[in-house]
Nanobody, 123 residues
Framework: QVQLAESGGGLVQAGGSLRLSCAAS????????MGWFRQPPGKEREFVAA????????YYADSVQGRFTISRDNAKSTLYLQMNSLIPEDTAVYYCAQDPDGNYRDTVAWPYWGQGTQVTVSS
């Protein structure tokens, strides 16, 4: 049974930083690509970043490119999202996801999801 547990969310002022973590269990973490999505208030869930099995390849939404960094520690079965230069538009519930089948930018491609962690950026 796959379990993904996000942590690290909170309230931060604009310009600040947060690091999100996603602890995975139930399957061999190092065998699967991972991703981060977010759902702003009143909006649909959207792609943020994805990372390959090895961690060598990373992909970002245009809105976070240059500010966010996705990484993974396969020995710890943990995915990370370092978020810098946060802006109020980054306010959302952030979700990690595992094992995409199809276009990794589409939510429907990802079968496994965590419960999410709230990030709120104040102006």
């Amino acid at each position: 049974q796959v379990q993904l547990a996000e942590s690290g969310g909170g309230l931060v002022q604009a310009g600040g930083s947060l690091r999100l973590s996603c602890a995975a269990s139930g399957r061999t973490f190092s065998n699967y690509a991972m991703g981060w999505f977010r759902q702003p208030p009143g909006k649909e869930r959207e792609f943020v970043a994805a990372i390959s099995v090895s961690g060598r390849d990373a992909y970002y939404a245009d809105s976070v490119q240059g500010r966010f960094t996705i990484s993974r520690d396969n020995a710890k079965s943990t995915l990370y999202l370092q978020m810098n230069s946060l802006i109020p538009e980054d306010t959302a519930v952030y979700y990690c996801a595992q094992d995409p089948d199809g276009n990794y930018r589409d939510t429907v491609a990802w079968p496994y999801w965590g419960q999410g962690t709230q990030v709120t950026v104040s102006s």
